[in-house]
């Protein structure tokens, strides 16, 4: 008994250990194109080997995550790579379904000259006075008071008066 205990434990133990091996030769990839790319530009990613229909993608590279869309095991999407990043190569994770797949881009130095591919900075989209005037005003709870109080019975009074006069019109009618 003590010895098939053993082999046992042997046999688990093998397999706990060659698994990380049988996980990166079950067809899960990532791709990234073009996979040395500049500060500032658009990449596409894709990944094999995923159950879903949707993935996210996520790097310290990435302005933001991004989504990937398919079927059948492939999924895709875009996302542009930072214009303020450091060359030097990035990890990707891409978290899919129940699976999470590993990949690398390297951001490549630019030789300089070259203006960002995106704002390095908010648009002055306008607004006028108003989005200026209203942004420093501070701002404050208005509670209710008389003024309130007696709009709010006035309009009350005057439902009452309509309530009535409808009804009196019907009895009239229906005689």
């Known amino acids: 008994m003590g010895s098939l205990r053993l082999t046992l434990c042997t046999a688990v133990l093998a397999v706990a250990a060659f698994a990380p091996a049988a996980q ?8 990234v194109t073009p ?21 996210t993608a996520a790097s310290a ?36 379904a129940d699976i999470e797949v590993q990949g690398r881009i390297t951001v490549a130095a630019t030789t300089g000259g070259a203006a960002p591919a995106s704002p390095v900075a908010p648009v002055d989209a306008g607004g006028g006075w108003t989005a200026t005037h209203l942004s420093a005003m501070e701002p404050h709870v208005i509670e209710p008071g008389a003024g309130h109080a007696v709009t709010g019975l006035v309009l009350a009074g005057v439902a009452a008066v309509a309530v009535v006069l409808r009804r009196s019109r019907r009895s009239r009618g229906a005689e």
């Open 24 to 31: 990166a030769a079950d067809g899960r990839g990532v791709s």
């Open 35 to 55: 996979s040395t790319t500049a500060a500032g530009a658009d990449l596409t990613l894709r990944v094999t080997g995923c159950t879903g229909q949707t993935a």
């Open 61 to 96: 590279a990435f302005v933001a995550d991004a989504r990937l869309t398919g079927a059948g095991g492939s999924l895709a999407g875009e996302t542009r790579v930072r214009s303020s990043i450091e060359p030097g190569p990035y990890d990707v994770k891409i978290t899919c």
